[in-house]
């Protein structure tokens, strides 16, 4: 049972309210924050993860909600003589001064690079020193979430050259390596190299290591920091980068949900930009099936609205994969009734391809995608202009080109869903094209619906497929697998729900 301390329920004393009335001194310091931080540093100490877990997750919130809703938290070099200047404690507390900074408040540009530096002052202890501690996997996690985070709001931020003050630019010219793209994509990649997790993942398929069953915890007295960590980098650097990590299976980046669905997002968007249709709809259908079902338990959690807007960006991705590569019977019953509620619509409209059909798949897109970057370094040439938008505006108009040549494909699919066989001539009459014209719209309909996966295995998207045989088309659909097991576990569900209401039923 976690222990309670006063600061986390004590009212906010005279001082406190004092300093909130008179505006923010870094230097001053409330009496629960105080608590907070010596209690915090000796967890961290005695490498008690569950108290310190419950201070990171519970009071951390508790007080910044309280104390400092538009403030930040006092600095560094005012709490450091409460933890006797511990090098590494006073890193981690910038971490989450940083961390709180950037979502209560707009940081300033000297901020954006201090931030910088300390993650790199505290990479480098991690990479480089002997880190004997044990941090919650959830700390690891935000951590480094928010270390991509920053490094994609500062690309945001630096690409909009158009109204920078001389001073701004004088700070980006003198500071030209913070957050560049290099030196983040390096430390991601010295972690992975570092901790040797590839090996450690390989062993543990072999039986040799237990690290996923002791969710990347090392009881035997080392530290579970560079080993983690890895788990949860810059995952939209490609599918390359997750091909140590069996996606299918349960492993520690299913322990925090943050990770787990970060990690599914992403790996979804990838697989649909590469046309794998078939891989995004299997695995945004498992994602928002387990949200659907856990949610209700992350309500409390600083996640919860996170976790609710990835929920509603991967429907709209899911409803751009079915609308693309019509596969409804890869969706569960329940996941499925979510998104004709949510975009049954649109979805009939999407599938006319015409000019309110594009509109609606740059909505969708636009809303769903990721935060694109331009990661080059500043231009300062004059006249400066924002090029802020420039990746997310390419990255449209591949996605709506390959949108457009998908039109052509829905009359061929309609046709060939309507007959086992069909001649070459008949069916361009009916396209009202001639022979050769109907071979290359055949060519580009196998084109299409096959990719190439991970393995380098040519695998088919189509719902209906066909040969030619001469000058015959003979088409052969994919017949749908009856799942009996999730049909049983429904009327399992249905049943329990009728035993217990029937349990609180009184006789008399």
């Known amino acids: 049972m976690a222990t309670t301390y006063d600061y986390e329920e004590a009212p906010a004393t005279y001082d406190e309210g004092r300093h909130q009335d008179l505006g923010y001194d870094p230097n001053f310091v409330p009496d629960s924050v105080r608590s907070f931080v010596v209690h915090l540093y000796r967890h961290i100490r005695e490498k008690n993860v569950y108290e310190i877990h419950q201070m990171y997750e519970i009071s951390f919130q508790t007080l910044s909600d309280r104390l400092f809703k538009d403030t930040p938290w006092p600095s560094v070099d005012a709490v450091a003589h409460y933890v006797d200047n511990d090098q590494v404690f006073c890193l981690l507390y910038r971490e989450m001064w940083f961390r709180h900074l950037y979502a209560r408040l707009s940081p300033t540009l000297k901020q954006r690079i201090d931030s910088w530096d300390n993650y790199c002052s505290l990479f480098q202890v991690v990479l480089h020193r002997v880190v004997n501690m044990q941090l919650p996997n959830q700390w690891l996690w935000d951590m480094v979430d928010e270390f991509v985070y920053q490094f994609q709001s500062f690309c945001q931020y630096r690409a909009k050259m ?3 003050t001389e001073q701004e630019i004088a700070l980006l010219r003198q500071y030209d390596q913070a957050w560049n793209v290099y030196g983040v994509l390096n430390y991601l990649q010295a972690f992975v190299e570092k901790s040797n997790i590839i090996q450690i993942l390989e062993q543990e398929k072999e039986g040799l290591e237990q690290f996923t069953a002791t969710d990347g915890y090392d009881y035997s007295g080392g530290s579970n920091v560079l080993k983690f960590i890895v788990f949860l980098g810059d995952y939209q650097t490609g599918l390359k980068c997750l091909l140590p990590i069996d996606i299918s299976q349960q492993g520690v980046y299913t322990s925090v949900i943050g990770s787990h669905i970060a990690t599914i997002y992403h790996y979804g968007f990838a697989n649909l930009m590469l046309r794998r249709y078939v891989e995004a709809i299997r695995e945004f259908n498992k994602m928002l099936l387990y949200i659907y079902k856990t949610k209700q338990y992350h309500q409390k959690s600083p996640q919860y609205e996170q976790i609710l807007k990835k929920n509603e960006q991967m429907y709209a991705l899911l409803a751009i994969c079915l609308s693309l590569c019509p596969q409804v019977k890869l969706v569960d019953e329940t996941v499925n009734s979510q998104l004709r509620e949510k975009y049954g619509e649109k979805m009939a409209r999407m599938q006319r391809y015409d000019d309110e059909a ?9 809303y769903a995608c990721p935060k694109f970057i331009t990661p080059s370094a500043s231009s300062f040439e004059e006249p400066l202009v924002n090029y802020n938008q420039d990746a997310y505006r390419l990255q449209l108009k591949l996605f709506l080109y390959e949108v457009k040549q998908q039109q052509l494909l829905s009359g061929v699919r309609t046709f060939l869903k ?8 008949k069916l361009a009459n009916y396209l009202e094209v001639d022979e050769p014209t109907l071979r290359t719209i055949l060519l580009t309909y196998k084109h299409k619906t096959h990719a190439v996966d991970s393995d380098g295995k040519i695998i088919s998207n189509a719902d209906v497929d066909f040969y030619i045989d001469d000058d015959m088309i003979h088409v052969v659909e994919s017949m749908p697998v009856k799942r009996y097991g999730d049909y049983f576990l429904r009327q399992i569900v249905k049943l329990e ?12």
């Open 162 to 164: 158009k109204n920078k």
């Open 358 to 366: 594009f509109i609606i798949y740059d909505e969708l897109f636009s």
């Open 418 to 425: 309507v007959y086992s066989t069909i001649s070459l001539g």
């Open 497 to 508: 729900g009728v035993i217990n209401d029937m349990d609180r039923i009184k006789l008399e």
